[in-house]
């Protein structure tokens, strides 16, 4: 009989599309800490229980927590490029024909990792995780002692960083610094070959479901894969098929969508976001089909796209009702706890949000879960790097490529955003490398993943893209109406080609029934206190006139030829006070008043 999986069971895992039925070690909490403002730590052998006489680890700091951040113990926002970290493990040797296994969810920038002063693994990306291999290392008896080095370069403009301050202090729309290990680490023991990546993509149209499976090492002789989807006690697929290579992509057949009146029971969707339950088997046949390994996951049956300037959701027009969400909390800066990560999630739905576009953040799985859950529709967005160069190239190029193929089997995923406001290249309309990149980047991420829309160029200076995204700031909701309601805008001609202060669409770029959606827009704070430095784009006295800006906006936006807009921003970030919740996640007027405004109807 197959394990039995739910999404239930998956809720707060660090990896919910790809979870074991035997138990996994969170190592999140105490590790010992030091700054290595002198580099010194690998000639001195930081990383050996031996040496040095005089131990450097002098201080505590709570992991997953940045050491900028409050919750970390730490709270040191200076610049400390490296930074070490020291773990002492009970685990012991696994058994015959097992593997221990450490997962690391973000370690930012680069990071290295030794057991027992066995040097394990290394990895370069701030943004996406990494697993390394710990039983060879394993000492036969006694404790084991993990180290992580961490090397974050403050000042590096060509390293893929978002809005991660490059200055000592933040600035304008920039936060405090994320380094180091800022998403959970924790211990899974697996079997000699298993499976190291699951993933999804529904093809709702042709009744069925692309699977794409990734094994530990080349198979010594071929293996069956056994899959089974089930929604509710409904069994929707079991199927088998024969893994002969180390990859394997195969389709699922769900005859049920192929009622095409009972879609409605079936389909993933912000309205009703089901979530199917899928279990693979790894079995050696011959051996009376013995479990090699075996995994629980889910995914959401939906398809999306764009025609005629309208995106589209399961093949029916869906209107984008998002905020920007940038992902940050005041103790604990880019990291979060699995509380923070739901509480989130489900205050965007109470809003009457159908959306998110979380910016220039590749966030944690577990939050992705929870959009998956409660039927949030994302825009998944690269952090930017702020210098065009050869490593800017190579670097946001690795990174975005994990990303994808990280969150590819994410339901709530709608769109991939590589680039924003032309951030990694500055100069795109002059600089010919540039748009190659950018352009590159698009097909890059097509290759990938054809089935979701790519934005290659967020905001303006739009080249190749599959939505037209505009950030627009203006505070007057007439001007946004005569910009966007125009008939001849869903032909992709805009009234004003400048709004902001680069051109709206690159030469040469032809619109083929993209959607347009205000990706940016609104962004006003209420007056800040005497002395206190706040960044808006508007600055209101009251309450009232908050709620009668954010109603004038949202009505411009809804009553247009849009396909969808994005509110600037979902929670007040540090000094950008242009949320529509304070920092603690405060209404800033009533949630009921809000959620009106938010549910307007789209009219064009």
């Given amino acids: 009989m197959p394990l039995s999986f739910s999404h239930v069971d998956v809720a707060g895992h660090p990896r919910p599309q790809l979870v074991r039925e035997v138990d996994w070690h969170d190592l999140s909490g105490p590790w010992d800490f030091a700054h290595d403002d002198a580099d010194r730590g690998r000639d001195e052998r930081w990383m050996d229980p031996a040496a040095p006489a005089e131990d450097p680890f002098t201080r505590t700091i709570t992991v997953p927590f940045p050491p900028e951040s409050p919750a970390s113990g730490i709270h040191d926002t200076g610049f400390h490029p490296v930074l070490w970290y020291r773990r ?31 040097h394990l693994a290394s990895h370069e990306g701030g943004h996406t995780g990494f697993t390394c291999d710990l039983t060879r290392a394993l000492a036969e008896e006694g404790p084991q002692v993990l180290v992580v080095r961490a090397e974050d370069q403050p000042r590096d403009a060509s390293q893929p960083r978002g809005k991660q301050d490059w200055r000592p202090e933040p600035h304008t729309i920039w936060y405090h610094r994320t380094s180091g290990i800022w998403q959970p680490v924790w211990l899974e023991t697996v079997p000699e070959q298993h499976l190291t990546r699951l993933h999804w993509t529904p093809q709702v149209a042709h009744a069925r479901v692309q699977c794409a499976l990734q094994l530990a090492r080349w ?79 889910y995914l959401g049956l939906r398809e999306v796209g764009w025609s005629d300037g309208v995106f589209l959701l399961n093949h029916k027009p869906c209107f984008l009702r998002m905020a920007l969400q940038q992902g940050y909390w005041p103790q604990s800066h880019l990291a979060a706890t699995h ?50 160069t050869a490593p800017t190239v190579e670097r946001v190029t690795a990174e975005w490529t994990q990303a994808v193929l990280r969150d590819i089997g994410h339901p709530s995923i709608v769109a ?48 190749t893209a599959d939505i037209w995204g505009v950030h627009d700031y203006t505070q007057d909701a007439s001007t946004l109406t005569r910009r966007y309601r125009h008939p001849a805008l869903r032909q992709g001609e805009f009234t004003t080609p400048w709004p902001g202060a680069k051109r709206l669409v690159l030469d040469g770029t032809r619109h083929q029934g993209q959607p347009v959606v205000l990706s940016e827009f609104g962004g006003a704070t209420l007056e800040p206190a005497q002395g206190e430095s706040v960044f808006a784009y508007d600055t209101l006295t009251t309450t009232e006139d908050f709620a009668e800006r954010l109603t004038a906006l949202v009505t411009a936006a809804t009553r247009s030829q849009l396909a969808g807009y994005c509110y600037t921003q979902l929670t007040d970030t540090l000094q950008e006070t242009n949320g529509l919740l304070t920092p603690d996640r405060t209404p800033k007027i009533p949630l009921d008043r809000l959620r009106a405004v938010l549910t307007l109807p789209h009219t064009d």
């Fill in 88 to 118: 002492t493990l009970d685990a012991v040797r696994p058994g015959p024909g097992l593997r221990l296994l450490a997962h690391f969810g973000a370690v930012d920038y680069r990071a290295e990792v030794w057991l027992n002063g066995q």
């Fill in 219 to 297: 198979p010594e002789r071929p293996l069956h894969a056994t899959v089974r989807l089930r929604l509710g006690e409904r069994t929707l697929a079991h199927q088998q098929v024969r893994v002969e290579e180390q990859q394997a992509v195969f389709d699922i057949a769900v005859p049920a969508l192929r009622h095409g009146q009972d879609l409605g029971d079936l389909l993933w969707s912000p309205d009703a976001p089901h979530l199917v339950d899928a279990t693979v088997t790894l079995t050696e046949p011959g051996r009376e089909e013995a479990v090699v390994d075996e995994v629980g996951s």
């Fill in 339 to 388: 509380e923070d990560l739901r509480r989130d999630a489900e205050l965007a739905k109470r809003l009457g949000l159908n959306g998110l576009r979380i910016h220039q953040k590749i966030e944690d799985p577990r939050f992705l879960y929870w959009a998956d859950r409660y039927g949030l529709m994302l825009w998944e967005e690269m952090p930017s790097a702020y210098a065009y």
């Fill in 416 to 463: 991939w955003v590589p680039v924003n406001e032309s951030w990694s290249v500055p100069n795109p309309s002059l600089v010919p490398a540039q748009r190659h990149f950018m352009d590159a980047l698009y097909h890059l991420t097509k290759a990938l993943d054809p089935s979701r829309p790519a934005v290659s160029n967020d905001g303006w200076e739009i080249s």
